[in-house]
């Protein structure tokens, strides 16, 4: 809300009608970056703990762990991609 009547503020002093602040987009795919870099942080801090499960031995190799390991890894390449994108706009 404090942004909103910030950019209403400074909007009204540049004499423009429109309370719209075009940074407003980029913003907020930057905060949904840094969301989804957070939430890879803690599937891969999970993947740790299943390899270091794993390699202490007693436990077989779960079918899946492939396809999550290569889904996560693509997630990781996605933002990656996306983050490259902002920073050039």
């Known amino acids: ?37 957070e939430q890879l942080a803690r599937v891969g801090r999970n993947l740790n703990q299943v390899a270091r499960a794993l390699n202490a031995g007693g436990y077989p190799e779960p079918a899946e762990l492939t396809t999550v390991i290569a889904s996560v890894a693509r997630a990781v390449g996605r933002v990656e991609e996306c983050a490259a994108v902002l920073v050039r706009e």
């Open 1 to 37: 809300m404090s942004k909103f009547v910030t950019n209403a503020a400074l909007n009204a002093a540049r004499g423009e009608t429109s309370a719209y602040d075009p940074q407003d987009r980029l913003n907020r795919a930057v905060d949904e970056l840094v969301h989804s870099r």
